[in-house]
């Protein structure tokens, strides 16, 4: 039984430049979740989708985020023209179910130089 | 304005005694997650509770969540250096937001020395 995984694990870019992570969710796992973790904070809600439907998204999200999940099963978070303000950990968690339990994964640390 | 305050946001202590962390909002919650979480990897789920007053135990570890389902606590006993780490609440549906926009904590490093 695998868990959440999530690549690249870590990610060096310089501002201007666009970057994608992907997010493999344990598999059968309806819900799948993007949050960002800035250091000394606790992740915050970026996005969510039930399968292939993304139903929200935080203020968060400027319009240089998008997210897709074309299938209902791995997800790509792309970042457009990246400012160092978005250097962060990128989370990806899954859940079987609205309410159910969340597992995470093991993140992608973004460093915008 | 944080949503659910943790305290104390530090915590350094000696192998065998013992801890609580506090995880304080003004909101009620559906459900209430735990997490630990190393650096550099993402959190690990510890525990959920539901239920006003609920309390679970996980080894050492003992969780309660508030009868108004607004607060809730981590008590660990005889900590040991493996407990170090980086602890997260985690509320869910709270102020009858969509269910599973999980609203997290800043999180409490907690340091034991042997």
């Known amino acids: 039984d695998t868990g959440v995984s999530q690549d690249p694990r870590h990610k060096i870019t310089k501002r201007g430049q666009n970057v994608t992570f992907r997010c493999d969710p344990i598999?059968?796992?309806?819900?799948l979740y993007w949050y960002r973790q800035t250091l000394g904070q606790g992740p915050e809600f970026l996005t969510y989708f039930q399968n292939e439907a993304q139903l929200e998204k935080s203020r968060l999200l400027s319009d240089r985020f998008s997210a897709e999940r074309p299938k209902g099963s791995f997800s790509t978070l792309e970042i457009q023209r990246t400012e160092q303000g978005d250097s962060a950990m990128y989370l990806c968690?899954?859940?079987?179910?609205?309410?159910?339990?969340?597992?995470f994964g093991p993140g992608t640390r973004l460093t915008v130089t | 304005t944080q949503l659910l305050e943790q305290s104390p946001q530090f915590l350094s202590i000696q192998e065998g005694e013992n801890l609580t962390v506090y995880c304080n909002s003004s909101s009620v919650f559906s459900s209430l997650q735990w997490y630990r979480q190393e650096p550099g990897e993402g959190p690990v789920l510890l525990v959920t509770?539901?239920?006003?007053?609920e309390v679970k135990k996980l080894k050492r570890l003992t969780f309660q969540f508030g009868d108004a389902r607004k607060d809730s606590s981590l008590h660990i006993t005889a900590a040991q250096p493996g407990d170090t780490g980086l602890y997260l609440c985690a509320g869910d549906g709270a102020g009858g937001t969509s269910y599973g926009k999980l609203t997290f904590g800043q999180g409490t490093i907690l340091t034991v020395h042997p």
């Open positions: 598999s059968e796992h309806n819900r």
């Open positions: 968690a899954s859940s079987q179910i609205a309410a159910g339990e969340q597992y």
């Open positions: 509770v539901v239920t006003g007053g």
